[in-house]
């Protein structure tokens, strides 16, 4: 079982920059792949970014391409992610989910949200014009 907490959300003007932060704890001496969703009112849960458990290799969904970059850090046993967000743009606005899933390939970069266990409580990005 692993327990997500994110942070770092709140309210910025457009063309702004915002850094989440999202706390893993539990069993995390395994390999996990992990993951950023974003969900807007009265739209489907979106894909935003995701890194591998190794070599931090990411991927990034189109919107967000050349504004984001997702990070990763294990130091002392503690696993946490991050995602640093510039050029906001109103459109950026929704809750933002952080995702793990265990992989057996520390290579592996998972973008569907159906291959996450587990999941964060969110934090609202606000991202006004």
């Known amino acids: 079982q692993v327990q997500l907490v994110e942070s770092g959300g709140g309210f910025v003007q457009a063309g702004g920059s915002l850094r989440l932060s999202c706390a893993a704890s539990?069993?995390?001496?395994?390999?996990?792949?992990m993951g950023w969703f974003r969900q807007a009112p009265g739209k489907e849960r979106e894909f935003v970014a995701a890194?591998?458990?190794?070599?931090?290799?990411?991927?990034?969904g189109d919107s967000v391409k050349g504004r984001f970059a997702m990070s990763m850090s294990r130091d002392n046993g503690n696993l946490a992610v991050f995602l640093q967000m510039d050029s906001l743009k109103p459109e950026d606005t929704a809750t933002y989910y952080c995702?793990?899933?265990?992989?057996?390939?520390?290579?592996?970069?998972?973008?569907?949200?159906?291959?996450?266990?587990?999941w964060g409580q969110g934090t609202q990005v606000t991202v006004s014009s």
């Open positions: 995702a793990a899933n265990r992989v057996r390939s520390v290579l592996a970069v998972l973008r569907e949200e159906n291959e996450y266990d587990y």
């Open positions: 890194i591998s458990w190794s070599n931090g290799l990411t991927q990034y």
């Open positions: 539990g069993r995390t001496s395994s390999a996990y792949a």
